[in-house]
C-alpha cells in the first residue's frame, strides 16, 4: 500500500463554515480543516438523539472531531431551509469572530428518503417532491447561505465559497431532477464568481467523485472491498481539495470554474489517505 504523505497546510486563524458537516462529504473537509488549524463552524440538523433519517453523527460530534483533529469546531444546529436559523448563524459566525475566510456549501435534502430503485426513472413518474427536496433544501439552501456570507468575505477583500456538485463535465447525471439541481449549482458559483472577483472573493464548484459516504457504504452494505466501489475515495480526500483550494494564494484564477478532485490532486499533488492518487471521476459512456 502507497504511503500517505499528506501534511496539512497552515490555515490557522482562519473561519470556515461548513454546512451539512454531520456525517459525509462535509464531516471530511471539515475534519480536514481542523487538521490545518481552522476555527470551523460544523452546520446540521442532527443533535443528541435526533438524527435524520436515523444515521449516524451529530453536530456535536462533528465539532469534536474538528477540535480532535487540532482546530476548533463549534457545532451549530441549523436548518438551512428555514431563513431564521441560516441568518442567525452568519450573525452567531460575525458576533464570535469577526472574520469569514471560507465558506463550504454542501447542505443537501436531496438524498433524503432515497430510493435508489426509482432515483433514475422517467421524469414524468417521478414524484414532485424528490424536486422540491433537491431545490429546497440543496439549490436553494445553497444560494442562502452564500448569500450570508458575502458581506463577511467581502468587507475582508479575500476569501472563497465553495459549493459541492456532482457529475462528469456535461454528461447526463442519470435523473433530470437531479442533473438540473447540480447543475443551477456549478451555474450559480459561475454567476456568483463574476460578481465576488471584483471584491477579491473567489466561488467554484467541487465535484468529490464517487465518495465513500455512510450513505453510500450502507447501499454497498458497509464492504469497503466491494469490487463496485474501486476507484471511490474517501471523505478525506474531498476535504484535502478544500484545504489546498483556501490556502492557495492564486485561487482567484480558479474563480467560476467547476473542479474536480481528482483533478485537484494532481494540481496540488496530494493522495487520499491510503496514500493513492484517485483520479478524476467519470461516468459511463452513454450518459454523454
Known amino acids: ?72 469546531g463549534i457545532g451549530v444546529v ?5 431563513d431564521t436559523d441560516a441568518e442567525a448563524l452568519f450573525e452567531r459566525v460575525r458576533r464570535e469572530q469577526g472574520r469569514l475566510d471560507l465558506l463550504v456549501n454542501n447542505a443537501w435534502g436531496g438524498y433524503e428518503d432515497y430510493a435508489y430503485k426509482t432515483f433514475a426513472d422517467p421524469f414524468w413518474q417521478q414524484p414532485v417532491e424528490r424536486w422540491r427536496g433537491m431545490f429546497d433544501a440543496g439549490v436553494r439552501v445553497h444560494y442562502t447561505a452564500s448569500r450570508l456570507a458575502a458581506p463577511l468575505l467581502v468587507a475582508r477583500g ?18 433530470v431532477t437531479y442533473d438540473v439541481a447540480k447543475a443551477a449549482i456549478e451555474r450559480m458559483m459561475w454567476g456568483m464568481a463574476r460578481e465576488l472577483r471584483p471584491h477579491g472573493v473567489a466561488a467554484l464548484a467541487l465535484q468529490p467523485g464517487f465518495t465513500r459516504t455512510e450513505r453510500v457504504m450502507a447501499a454497498f452494505g458497509g464492504d469497503e472491498k466491494d469490487p463496485r466501489l474501486a476507484g471511490t475515495n474517501s471523505t478525506w480526500y474531498v476535504g484535502r481539495a478544500v484545504a489546498m483550494l483556501a490556502a492557495d494564494p492564486a ?18 499533488g496530494f493522495t487520499d489517505v491510503d496514500g493513492q492518487r484517485v483520479p478524476p471521476f467519470r461516468l459511463p459512456a452513454e450518459l454523454a
Open 78 to 82: 441549523c436548518d438551512h431551509t428555514r
Open 251 to 268: 485561487v482567484l484564477e480558479l474563480t467560476g470554474r467547476t473542479l474536480m478532485v481528482g483533478d485537484l490532486a494532481e494540481r496540488y
Open 1 to 72: 500500500m502507497a504511503q500517505d504523505r499528506w501534511r496539512a497546510p497552515d490555515l490557522r486563524g482562519q473561519v470556515a463554515v461548513v454546512t451539512g458537516a454531520t456525517r459525509g462529504v462535509g464531516r471530511g473537509i471539515a475534519d480536514v480543516l481542523g487538521q490545518a488549524g481552522m476555527t470551523v463552524y460544523v452546520t446540521g440538523r442532527s443533535t443528541g438523539t435526533t438524527r435524520t433519517e436515523g444515521l449516524a453523527g451529530t453536530v456535536e460530534d462533528a465539532a469534536a472531531g474538528v477540535t480532535a483533529a487540532g482546530g476548533q
Open 158 to 175: 479575500r476569501g472563497l465559497i465553495v459549493g459541492t456538485s456532482a457529475g462528469d463535465g456535461l454528461k447526463f447525471r442519470g435523473a
